[in-house]
């Protein structure tokens, strides 16, 4: 009887439903992310990419692939994109280099990796992956980094590989303005940086977040994209987040964790913690941005206070949402 029994429990937990997987993915967050600003052709040179990077994710997850395996596809198409802060399209610093962050995270164990201030990995987001896989980091930074990802044989590439006319141009006009921020100035500085959060069909959550920082940093300056906490997290218990905007304030107010934190400790939504952080704790220190995110149940959230987002996010069996501006 005892056998039939656990025969019976086997067969009706193969017979559950799997988990419905869930993308969601951001492209950097300004208040230079207006229609105006924008015309035909360039909104739909990004929501093509966009599109792109949803459907590199969907071809991991449609046959069981993993949640950070997800996240890394949709970042890689994001970062050689010269359309974005990060990797081939990264902003350049004061001194005119290109400096890259990344950080993943998984929530089924919170193993996470990142790295800093590199300027030769093609893809930042494999060499997070790598640290946190290959390494018993969390963070490397700098030469260190870039010897690590030689060693594990991650594609480099001359610091030429990254320059864009376009950012060039960002870099002087930032110098122009002797550090003033305007709005018109909002998409040179800030804009760009590249997220995704992914549920899997096993139930898994991951985040990763990949950056070239701000136009015009100086003196190996570093925001929250590589922070574990400040501008990615994911915990299976809660949700995967992933930040942009004013990286300072991110790792102030430690805004990943806290979206999770307050879903943990308080029994919120996550629509509700991410709301509140962005809304509220971030508007109220003055601190710009946004963040996407899921739950474990497959619940979504989209927030930022600037005048627009890159973003969008696709269901399994559901058609790809990708929108750029706000209401």
Request: overall charge negative.
């Amino acid at each position: 009887m005892r056998n039939i029994f656990l025969l019976l429990f086997s067969l009706s937990v193969l017979l559950l439903p799997a988990q419905q997987y869930t993308i969601v993915l951001h492209g950097g967050a300004g208040n230079g992310l207006t229609r105006e600003n924008f015309n035909d052709e360039k909104v739909a040179k990004y929501e093509r990419k966009m599109a792109e990077a949803l459907k590199a994710g969907q071809a991991i997850l449609d046959t069981g692939g993993e949640a950070t395996a997800a996240v890394i596809a949709v970042i890689k198409v994001l970062e050689d994109s010269p359309l974005f802060n990060a990797g081939k399209g990264a902003v350049f610093t004061y001194e005119g280099t290109n400096e890259m962050d990344a950080s993943i995270m998984n929530g089924k164990d919170l193993n996470a990796g990142a790295v800093a201030g590199v300027t030769t990995v093609k893809n930042p987001i494999t060499a997070a992956n790598a640290v946190m896989n290959n390494s018993p980091h969390v963070m490397l930074s700098g030469k260190g980094a870039e010897q690590f990802s030689a060693d594990q044989k991650l594609r480099l590439e001359k610091p030429e590989y990254f320059q864009t006319e376009e950012k060039k141009k960002s870099l002087e006009r930032s110098k122009k303005s002797q550090g003033a921020l305007s709005d018109s100035l909002w998409e040179d500085t800030k804009m760009g940086t590249v997220g995704c959060v992914v549920l899997d069909k096993q139930g898994n959550l991951a985040a990763g977040t990949s950056t070239g920082g701000m136009t015009g940093k100086r003196y190996g300056r570093i925001g929250d994209s590589p922070i574990i906490g400040a501008g990615t997290y994911a915990n299976n218990a809660t949700c995967a987040i992933s930040c942009t905007g004013h990286g300072e304030y991110f790792i102030r107010y430690n805004v990943a964790a806290d979206v999770s934190a307050r879903m943990a400790y308080s029994g919120v939504s996550l629509q509700e913690a991410a709301q509140t952080v962005i809304q509220q704790v971030l508007r109220e220190a003055k601190g710009d941005g946004g963040l996407i995110g899921v739950d474990k149940d497959g619940n979504i959230t989209m927030e930022f206070n600037t005048k627009g987002m890159f973003r969008a996010h696709v269901k399994e069996g559901e058609e790809a949402v990708v929108e750029m501006f706000g209401e």
